[in-house]
């Protein structure tokens, strides 16, 4: 199982990224697939979660309505698309799946959001 992030960077508040997550050695259709964050000094927090097929997604308060997670089954690739960014989103963006009790993660991308 592999995870790629890529797409961070510095961006000023109030401007957008968008994350991509290439995903190999399973199944990619068939999995939840999961964007974590973390902070310098904070733990890792669950950002948004998208269904195996894309049909439902969930978000964690603090980016709904700005965030939008989405996944392309054809690519084995999974998105994070981060609108009005502020200075609080920094941190070290990770993508992940659990397969069969298992955790898998990315190496994780920087998302630095600083004027």
């Known amino acids: 199982v592999q995870l790629v992030e890529s797409g961070g960077g510095l961006v000023q508040p109030g401007g957008s990224l968008r994350l991509s997550c290439a995903a190999s050695?399973?199944?990619?259709?068939?999995?939840?697939m999961k964007w974590y964050r973390q902070a310098p000094g904070k733990e890792r927090e669950l950002v948004a979660r998208?269904?195996?097929?894309?049909?439902?997604?969930n978000y964690a308060n603090s980016v709904k309505g700005r965030f939008f997670i989405s996944r392309d089954n054809g690519k084995n690739t999974v998105y994070l698309q981060m609108n009005s960014l502020k200075p609080e989103d920094t941190a070290v963006y990770y993508c992940?799946?659990?397969?069969?009790?298992?955790?898998?993660w990315g190496q994780g991308t920087q998302v630095t959001v600083s004027s």
């Open positions: 998208i269904t195996s097929r894309g049909s439902s997604t």
């Open positions: 992940y799946v659990a397969i069969w009790g298992t955790d898998y």
């Open positions: 050695g399973f199944t990619f259709s068939a999995y939840v």
